[in-house]
T-cell receptor, first 115, second 114 residues
């Protein structure tokens, strides 16, 4: 089983649509969680960190369910500029609780927003 | 504000040749530094990380090595490149903040080994 699993898509949605991405992780000791976006042939860019209580940033809402080891990202009112690959990322930390920021990346979910 | 630089942006090298990729960070002190590789059509794989000058941890056995000669400089090297070393190499930095170790990536180096 992969450490971080995502539906690879692709998701093709019209402008204005709401789209949701799901992600599961296998290591219950994982400590922190993120969503990154990556444009074609570019570096990943941090979209948002995911907090236990869930968090929202404009049109983007992230949720975390530790019991189910599940993370989600909801995008409302999709824009053409939202087209990218969305990466679910988990930091499992080390034994003893020390975290050196060793991230594990999912394979990514491809989103295409069309006019 | 913090910025991270990588060079070169693209590189084409023959099999068996040496490699040196450089990454520098500005605007922060004592960052954690990371090297990742993204092979074509695949996810990012952590290669090395460093928590300080001269401190390098390797995540996977491979044909590559890393060094950190200065606080904000991280170098990825190889003595003899293999075809399988082709990929998109990304350097990242982070500083622990509020329990979250958010990482920020440089623009990357796209390496093709022929």
């Amino acid at each position: 089983r992969k450490e971080v699993e995502q539906d690879p898509g692709p998701f093709n949605v019209p402008e204005g649509a709401t789209v949701a991405f799901n992600c599961t992780y296998s290591n219950s000791a994982s400590q922190s969680f993120f969503w990154y976006r990556q444009d074609c042939r570019k570096e990943p860019k941090l979209l948002m960190s995911v907090y236990s209580s869930g968090n929202e940033d404009g049109r983007f809402t992230a949720q975390l369910n530790r019991a189910s080891q599940y993370i989600s990202l909801l995008i409302r009112d999709s824009k053409l500029s939202d087209s990218a690959t969305y990466l679910c990322v988990v930091n499992k930390g080390d034994a003893g609780g020390t975290s050196y920021g060793k991230l594990t990346f999912g394979q990514g979910t491809i989103l295409t927003v069309h006019p | 504000s913090q910025t991270i630089h990588q060079w070169p942006a693209t590189l084409v090298q023959p099999v068996g040749s040496p490699l040196s990729l450089e990454c520098t960070v500005e605007g922060t002190s004592n960052p954690n530094l990371y090297w990742y590789r993204q092979a074509a059509g695949r996810g990012l794989q952590l290669l090395f990380y460093s928590v300080g000058i001269g401190q390098i941890s390797s995540e996977v056995p491979q044909n590559l090595s890393a060094s950190r000669p200065q606080d904000r400089q991280f170098i990825l090297s190889s003595k003899k490149l293999l075809l399988s070393d082709s990929g998109f190499y990304l350097c990242a930095w982070s500083v622990l903040s509020g329990g979250y170790n958010e990482q920020f990536f440089g623009p990357g180096t796209r390496l093709t080994v022929l």
